[in-house]
T-cell receptor, first 109, second 114 residues
Framework: AQRVTQPEKLLSVFKGAPVELKCNYS??????LFWYVQYSRQRLQLLLR??SRESIKGFTADLNKGETSFHLKKPFAQEEDSAMYYCALGSGNTGKLIFGQGTTLQVKP | NAGVTQTPKFRILKIGQSMTLQCTQD?????MYWYRQDPGMGLKLIYY???????DKGEVPNGYNVSRSTTEDFPLRLELAAPSQTSVYFC?????????????FGPGTRLTVT
């Protein structure tokens, strides 16, 4: 079964601390994985995708097929990073995404 | 471009009432989706459409209906509203090209059924 798991509902760190938001997936084919972010009172937006291998707002995510993980990392958290983060798995040829439960990142001053 | 727009932003319904959540996109995207977002549950796909005249069920379709008569519009209909349909509803659209799955979301509709 296709599934995305984000084990932490809430991650609270201090400003300047490293951040790692965990994401594990279950998928039989070649996965396409994404991180979406929802800032307070804003719509969901794409943060990054694994095929781009890019860094957005200091965040990176590496696909580890052996561990079936796609963790989101940032070396030094900023208060403006506080938001809800969703890991998502692309499924089939209909563009459907399977979302994890989401992790709220709280960066304290 | 306005992107994906949704109306209304908020609505309170009584049990048994019906309503339509509107969704419009002006990006000429062929794919559109409806999700519901419940605390601690992430986003669940209700219905989706791969083009005008074509719709299909997602993970949680019961109690909802959709139609796609034009590329731009993808309304979601709630018949006989129930408290379990209290949620935030998001519409999204995408254009599948070169295997991209990037979806563009609307601002959401917060629905309360009492």
């Amino acid at each position: 079964a296709q599934r995305v798991t984000q084990p932490e509902k809430l991650l609270s760190v201090f400003k300047g601390a490293p951040v790692e938001l965990k994401c594990n997936y279950s998928y039989s084919g070649s996965p396409e994985l994404f991180w979406y972010v929802q800032y307070s009172r804003q719509r969901l937006q794409l943060l990054l995708r694994h095929i781009s291998r890019e860094s957005i707002k200091g965040f990176t995510a590496d696909l580890n097929k052996g561990e079936t993980s796609f963790h989101l990392k940032k070396p030094f958290a900023q208060e403006e990073d506080s938001a809800m983060y969703y890991c998502a798995l692309g499924s089939g040829n209909t563009g459907k995404l399977i979302f994890g439960q989401g992790t709220t990142l709280q960066v304290k001053p | 471009n306005a992107g994906v727009t949704q109306t209304p932003k908020f609505r309170i319904l009584k049990i048994g009432q019906s309503m339509t959540l509107q969704c419009t996109q002006d990006m000429n995207h062929n794919y559109m989706y409806w999700y519901r977002q419940d605390p601690g549950m992430g986003l669940k796909l209700i219905y989706y459409s791969v083009g005008a005249g074509i719709t299909d069920k997602g993970e949680v379709p019961n109690g909802y209906n959709v139609s796609r008569s034009t590329t731009e519009d993808f309304p979601l209909r709630l018949e006989l509203a129930a408290p379990s349909q209290t949620s935030v509803y998001f519409c999204a659209s995408s254009y599948l090209g070169q295997g991209t799955y990037e979806q563009y979301f609307g601002p959401g509709t917060r629905l309360t059924v009492t």
